[in-house]
């Protein structure tokens, strides 16, 4: 025995007027008058609505968007140290892996070492944004710091990788956003 629901058993022009009903309903003139009163004098004479907060802008919003490039840097650092963590315990890696991978892990830590001392040399604090010569050299500071680190990582990193199992590599091979985390990821197995 089947079951039709309740709805589909009412003629569409039914639950038509019913719709339409309860919309005339709420634009009644009851409806109307719990609004609020329609006296031009007394809309007139009420207290205009404050005015908005001033936007955040000019000297309050310098002061609050100081930038702190050396706890940015250690962040990335830490991200770093966790997604490795985070990568030990996923790939599930068996015994004869382990010299592999603790032969990457101390050359990473060796790395994050030397950039944990690159980041506590730049600034706590900055309210001023650098000009363009100074943006410009910061940049390049990073770029030559993070290729020191690549060069340094990059013998341990394939020989580790050399030892993975094929469905360790899918795991390793997946896209990676900033800082380590994962990229976006839109369906289809993970």
């Not at 719709?19 to 007394?42: F, H, R």
């Not at 404050?50 to 840097?73: D, H, I, L, V, Y």
């Not at 997604?83 to 790939?91: E, G, H, N, T």
């Not at 770029?143 to 580790?160: C, G, N, S, Y």
Request: aromatic share 6%; proline share 9%.
């Amino acid at each position: 025995m089947s079951f039709r629901p309740l709805m589909f058993a009412v003629p569409a022009t039914a639950v038509f007027s019913l719709v339409a009903a309860a919309g005339l309903a709420w634009m009644s003139p009851a409806a109307a008058l719990d609004s609020g009163s329609d006296d031009p004098l007394e809309m007139a004479q009420a207290t205009p609505p404050a005015a908005p907060p001033p936007a955040a802008g000019g000297q309050e919003r310098r002061e609050r968007a100081a930038f702190n490039p050396k706890a940015f840097c250690l962040d990335r650092v830490a991200h770093r140290a966790g997604a490795r963590a985070y990568l030990k315990v996923r790939l599930e890696l068996k015994p004869e892996q382990m010299t592999a991978w603790n032969a990457f892990a101390k050359a990473a830590d060796d790395a994050d070492v030397k950039e944990t001392t690159r980041c506590n040399a730049l600034p706590a604090d900055m309210k001023e944004r650098p000009n363009f010569v100074d943006r410009l050299g910061r940049e390049e500071d990073a770029m030559k710091a993070r290729i020191e680190r690549i060069e340094a990582v990059k013998p341990t990193l394939l020989a580790f990788y050399n030892t993975l199992s094929p469905e360790q590599k899918v795991v390793l091979d997946r896209p990676r956003g900033m800082m380590g985390r994962e990229g976006h990821h839109h369906g289809g197995p993970r």
